[in-house]
């Protein structure tokens, strides 16, 4: 076999460059598997450097059923990769593998792919055939007893991979129509409308307190007098909490309206919703 055709067989095998694949040839005296592994150690070497810049982009995967859904967010740096057929390939690969492994990240990197590479090992391959950092963000699986799981994807990049991905489980003992209009419909106001919370007492107090800070720097120059300035800044903090959690929002398809009084009006008693996620791609 020639040079020439061991670069090609090289670059088939690898995804590499023309001249990385020319280097390896020369610097493992045409020994292709010392090659593959040559160009993997420099992959490493490349991975690493590329490590350090930002990856804002990317896409969210959701993988599984009504009874158990899960996402995972991969990043990259520019559209255009997350575009990549060797990007979506992976992706959605690693987005089922996500599901059974119930979005446990330290398991998730040791899993073999289908070519026999563990997931951490695939990804350092990706970064060094395409170039950009690629990362694994957020991770999520939702499952509980007695509950069905509603799904949503905005902006979709191909099947199952998109800019935001939402769940949303409900529970209820009824099965009918009515229910999975609501629940399709509510995961599409949770894509929208970006709750924290279920309930207002549910939003995490680091995020109030955060809240609380800036509303007091607001009024700290105001000159209103402090009994005033007080009412002000429990009445800012009771409007947070209401337009940040779920029953208190107002109902996208209905704003008179919000998320409680529609399921009130849906007359169903045991309806509950009980857990909720959204990730939107580099928030």
Wanted: glycine share 4%; charged share 30%; with cysteine.
């Amino acid at each position: 076999m020639s040079d020439l055709e061991k670069i090609k067989q090289l670059r088939q095998s690898t995804g590499a460059g023309f001249k990385d694949c020319n280097n390896a040839i020369k610097e493992s005296c045409g020994d292709l598997d010392k090659a593959v592994e040559i160009l993997r150690v420099k992959g490493i070497s490349k991975a690493s450097k590329k490590m350090s810049r930002n990856a804002k982009e990317g896409v969210v995967a959701l993988s599984g059923d009504h009874n158990k859904t899960s996402i995972i967010e991969v990043n990259c740096e520019t559209d255009f990769v997350a575009k990549n057929e060797d990007f979506i390939n992976f992706v959605k690969e690693l987005s089922e593998i996500n599901n059974s492994l119930n979005s446990d990240l330290e398991k998730l990197n040791k899993f073999v792919m289908k070519n026999n590479q563990t997931v951490k090992d695939n990804l350092v391959s990706m970064i060094a055939k395409i170039g950009e950092k690629i990362t694994l963000g957020r991770v999520k699986t939702i499952s509980h007893e007695n509950s069905k799981n509603y799904f949503y994807l905005h902006t979709v990049v191909k099947d199952n991979l998109s800019k935001i991905a939402v769940i949303a489980s409900i529970s209820t003992q009824e099965k009918s129509e009515k229910i999975d209009v609501f629940g399709k419909q509510l995961s599409m106001h949770i894509a929208a409308s970006k709750p924290m919370s279920i309930n207002p007492d549910e939003i995490k107090q680091e995020i109030l307190d955060k809240e609380q800070e800036l509303i007091t720097e607001e009024l700290k120059n105001s000159g209103k007098p402090e009994d005033i300035a007080k009412k002000i800044s429990s009445g800012k903090m009771s409007k947070f909490k209401e337009e940040n959690s779920l029953m208190t929002q107002a109902w996208v398809m209905e704003p008179k309206k919000k998320v409680k009084n529609i399921i009130e009006d849906i007359g169903i008693k045991d309806l509950k919703v009980v857990d909720f996620y959204r990730i939107k791609i580099g928030d």
